[in-house]
């Protein structure tokens, strides 16, 4: 089955410990992304990769990074996470570069930070 | 700067009813316009899309969306709903060679028995 995965689903932590959450795609796409989803406000892109090591910066990338090894994976890493990074996270892939057309949404994790 | 705006935070309607959902967008460039609903406790799923062309689309689940561009707007119909619509509804703009969707706040729905 085509899909967009992500690991863990939910997520509790303290502030300042680093976290990692998996992101992998089976459909061979060379786009993927990452977004967190507030309340009222939306998705909100954080960062973005348009192929094998190539990766930017979305519109709030404070206090995240990527990595971009393998074509199926784009891992988010929260070096020391804090509590405004509370939110649900979405990765997204496309089947074709740039975001401009239609991406496949894994199912989100929740992370929690106390 | 490219923005979406969806001025129903929450919708309500009863089951059977019709439903429209809005969505306006600002943008500069000819917009790519999606429309996404989330389900509880699920990632976003695509209904339908525009490109170009036929200015009425289909989508999956019975939704079909219009754009007009005098308007700048992408409303979402539904002629009539079931309880599973129930979900969160995010319309979305991206154009050729932007590197990011820009999306809505959202519009939740709630279906009455």
């Known amino acids: 089955e085509a899909q967009v995965t992500q690991n863990p689903r939910y997520l509790i932590t303290v502030t300042g410990k680093k976290l990692t959450v998996t992101c992998s795609q089976n459909?061979?796409?060379?786009?993927m992304s990452w977004y967190r989803q507030d309340p009222g406000l939306g998705l909100r892109q954080i960062y973005y990769s348009m192929n094998v090591e190539v990766t930017d910066k979305g519109d709030v990338p404070e206090g995240y990074k990527v990595s971009r090894k393998e074509k199926r994976n784009f891992p988010l890493i929260l070096e020391s996470p804090s509590p405004n990074q509370t939110s649900l996270y979405f990765c997204a892939s496309s089947p074709r570069q740039g975001a401009a057309y239609e991406q496949y949404f894994g199912p989100g994790t929740r992370l929690t930070v106390t | 700067a490219q923005s979406v705006t969806q001025p129903d935070i929450h919708i309500t309607v009863s089951e059977g009813a019709s439903l429209e959902l809005r969505c306006n967008y600002s943008y500069g460039a000819t917009p790519y316009l999606f429309w996404y609903v989330q389900s509880p406790g699920q990632g976003l799923q695509l209904l339908l899309k525009?490109?170009?062309?036929?200015?009425l689309v289909q989508g999956i689940k019975g939704f079909e969306a219009e754009f007009k561009r005098s308007q700048s707007s992408f409303n979402l119909r539904k002629p009539s709903v079931h309880w599973s619509d129930a979900a969160e509804y995010f319309c979305?703009?991206?154009?050729?060679?932007?590197?990011?969707?820009?999306f809505g706040q959202g519009t939740r729905l709630t279906i009455n028995p």
């Open positions: 525009y490109f170009s062309g036929d200015t």
């Open positions: 979305a703009v991206g154009r050729r060679g932007a590197q990011k969707l820009v």
């Open positions: 459909m061979n796409h060379e786009y």
